[in-house]
Nanobody, 121 residues
Framework: QVQLVESGGGLVQAGGSLRLSCAVS????????MGWFRQAPGKEREFVAT????????SYADYVKGRFTISRDNAKNTVYLQMNSLKPEDTAVYYC??????????????WGPGTLVTVSS
């Protein structure tokens, strides 16, 4: 059974930074494309970023490009999201998930609990 456990969220002022982590168990992490998603209050969940299985290619939504960086450590079965220059509109619960491919970020597993990021103005 796949488990996804996100951590690292919190309250930060606009312009600040946070680093999120997602520990993955129950799947062959090193050959899985991983992604980050987020859901703001009252809105649908949306795509944030994906990273290839070997940490090579990455893809970002336009609204985070240049501010967020996705990375992974296959030895630790963990994917990260470094978030810089945070804006109040980045406030959301952030989730990770395995996805079909870089070109098709359709998720594969049940969602974990997520981690809440709150950015104050």
């Amino acid at each position: 059974q796949v488990q996804l456990v996100e951590s690292g969220g919190g309250l930060v002022q606009a312009g600040g930074s946070l680093r999120l982590s997602c520990a993955v168990s129950g799947r062959t992490f090193s050959t899985t494309v991983m992604g980050w998603f987020r859901q703001a209050p009252g809105k649908e969940r949306e795509f944030v970023a994906t990273i290839g299985w070997n940490g090579g290619p990455s893809s970002y939504a336009d609204y985070v490009k240049g501010r967020f960086t996705i990375s992974r450590d296959n030895a630790k079965n963990t994917v990260y999201l470094q978030m810089n220059s945070l804006k109040p509109e980045d406030t959301a619960v952030y989730y990770c998930n395995a996805v079909i491919s870089m070109a098709q970020p359709t998720t594969l597993d049940a969602w974990g609990p997520g981690t809440l990021v709150t950015v104050s103005s």
